[in-house]
């Protein structure tokens, strides 16, 4: 495959880990951090802002796994990129998150 294709998978997994935490205090009722925020990334957003921008993430990265190449799934070296990529945003996440929660 072409070093793109493992490039959007990477950034599919970015997108899909970064949904998550969106998704999640969305739909639990609580207030999160979000890019749309006062400041940034920083202030706290409504849980419906969350909700619908936890989907975006999860939309595009779906369609930068199902859209772009052809992905294998299961125990092969396109998840891996993948997985890769998810876990290089919930490190960043959880380091970026922890320093908002200490101030």
Not at 26 to 44: D, K, L, T, Y
Not at 51 to 70: P, Q, R, T
Request: aromatic content about 16%.
């Amino acid at each position: 495959m072409a070093w793109y294709v493992y490039l959007a998978h990477f950034c599919a997994g970015l997108f899909l880990a970064n949904g998550v935490p969106h998704f999640v205090n969305g739909i639990s009722g609580r207030r999160f951090p979000s890019p749309f925020a006062s400041p940034p990334g920083r202030g706290e957003s409504s849980p419906l802002v969350n909700v619908v921008w936890g989907m975006v993430n999860f939309v595009i990265g779906y369609v930068l796994i199902f859209g772009v190449g052809d992905f294998v799934g299961g125990l092969t070296f396109d998840s891996l990129v993948v997985g890769l990529g998810a876990l290089v945003a919930a490190v960043g996440l959880a380091w970026h998150f922890g320093r908002v929660h200490e101030n």
